[in-house]
């Protein structure tokens, strides 16, 4: 038995499933997690001595690479002045400024602990301000496991959600509504049978949690549009995208400015940190300010604004950091859809910068169902034949790989190698 396989009998005992976020057990893939003990650059090294390139990075925050000295250093001064404070600091201001003038749809900010707190505040902070209790969220679109956000679609347009999991209340369930990524006739279906009654839309502006799945033109200004047209407050989850499609996020790119904006994984430079902002007017209803209420014990603590600051500093301060990573994305699919093209397998891939996925099917993917399209035998094929290479990818279809500058174009070649030679083995 390797350590890891050890490790993973262990951890079944007194961790559910053995881990402590359920894809990390490679359930979607077969075999076992590989355990990790350490990272440095471009690379994850494991519990039995076997080393990975890194196609995850912690999915996402590590956009320079694991343990880059800049985040290091700053964590390591910070650990001298003490751990937690319960009080204000200079460094939640620092950050919050740096925030509103990277994003732009952020004029006032509230850090929180992860992701999911992010998406659960900016959900009440949206029903508060409206004065409305529903949601519009859309198929394949993850935004954390808070109640609200873990309904499935129903096969029509227009549907009731049913709770995606066991705890979540019918009550709850209720008020989200569901409707498919990139058809705008299906939200104003939503609504039209909603008068007034819709708080706010949320969604991936480019889904990650669905495999990389891009909007298509015109759908992000439609629902700008509608969101102005009936008083609903537009929430872009930019949790996985932000700061890495560029460095005010996505919606930098595409110039569609959302109401509110979720961040997370880049924001904590590793750690464990969550904000969430918009407009003042929004941002002003929360505690103490406001009446809407959210706390947090350990919301801007100082070890973890260290590590952000100095990882969003380094981005706002160096644009070759996105240029790199446009041209390392470009270089690897393109290799990667040569290599394909060499097998004559079908395939789609979807790229956005340092964003992609590779699916095991012939139909363009533009929403779940065309995700679910997928080949995903062969998938965990494929992946099992990669990290058999040392290649370490997202262990799931349904996810994306992150690209880090840590890449090399030496890195490059030997994850295009790794990939006809998987690819070859597997197909
Ligand atoms: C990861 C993610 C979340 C949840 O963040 P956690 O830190 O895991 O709670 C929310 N929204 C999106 C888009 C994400 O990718």
């Known amino acids: 038995m390797t350590n890891s396989e050890q490790l993973f009998q262990k951890a079944k005992t007194f961790i559910p499933g053995g881990v402590n976020s359920p894809v990390r057990a490679f359930r979607a893939v077969g075999g076992n997690p590989v355990f990790i003990k350490s990272a440095k650059g471009a690379y994850l090294h494991d519990e039995d001595g076997n080393s990975y390139i890194e196609l995850i990075n912690s999915w996402g925050p590590m956009i320079l690479g694991h343990a880059h000295e800049l985040v290091e250093k700053a964590v390591s001064d910070a650990i001298q002045q003490g751990f937690s404070f319960g009080a204000p600091t200079r460094r939640e201001v620092e950050m919050a400024e740096l925030i509103c003038s990277m994003v732009p749809s952020v004029e006032k900010v509230r850090m929180v602990n992860s992701g999911t707190e992010a998406t659960m505040s900016a959900l009440r902070v ?34 009731f959600g049913e709770p995606d999991s066991p705890g979540v209340t019918k009550g709850v369930a209720n008020d989200t509504l569901t409707a498919q990524y990139n058809n705008l006739t299906a939200v104003q279906t939503l609504i039209n049978a909603n008068k007034g009654q819709i708080a706010c839309i949320i969604l991936e502006p480019v889904v990650g949690n669905m495999g990389l799945v891009k909007p298509v033109e015109g759908f992000l200004e439609g629902l700008r549009r509608i969101c102005d047209e009936e008083g609903i407050i537009l929430i872009f989850d930019e949790v996985m995208t932000g700061f ?27 750690m464990p940190v969550g904000a969430y902002g918009g407009k003042k007017e929004i941002m002003d209803m929360v505690s103490p300010l406001g009446p809407i209420y959210q706390a947090g014990t350990l919301s801007g603590n100082p070890m973890a604004m260290a590590a952000g600051l100095a990882m969003l500093n380094h981005l706002n301060e160096t644009p070759s950091v996105y240029s790199r990573l446009e041209e390392i994305g470009t270089t690897l699919t393109n290799g990667m859809k040569a290599n394909m093209d060499k097998l004559g397998l079908k395939y789609t891939i979807n790229h956005v910068g340092s964003m992609f996925t590779l699916f095991f099917t012939d139909q363009p993917v533009n929403n779940f169902e065309d995700a679910k399209t997928s080949d995903t035998a062969l998938f965990g094929r494929y992946f099992q034949a990669m990290l058999k290479r040392g290649i370490y990818l997202a262990p799931s279809q349904y996810e994306a790989m992150f690209l880090s500058t840590a890449l090399t174009d030496e890195h490059i070649q030997m994850i295009l190698e790794a990939n006809l030679e998987s690819l070859r083995e597997v197909i």
């Open 126 to 159: 949206a029903r508060g301000y409206t004065g409305r209790d529903k949601l519009i969220k859309f198929e394949g679109n993850y935004h954390g496991h808070g109640d609200s956000f873990l309904i499935a679609a129903g096969s029509g347009a227009m549907t």
């Open 244 to 270: 890495r499609l560029a460095k005010g996020g996505f919606q930098e790119r595409c110039g569609v400015i959302p109401d509110m904006t979720t961040m997370g994984k880049i924001i904590g430079g590793g």
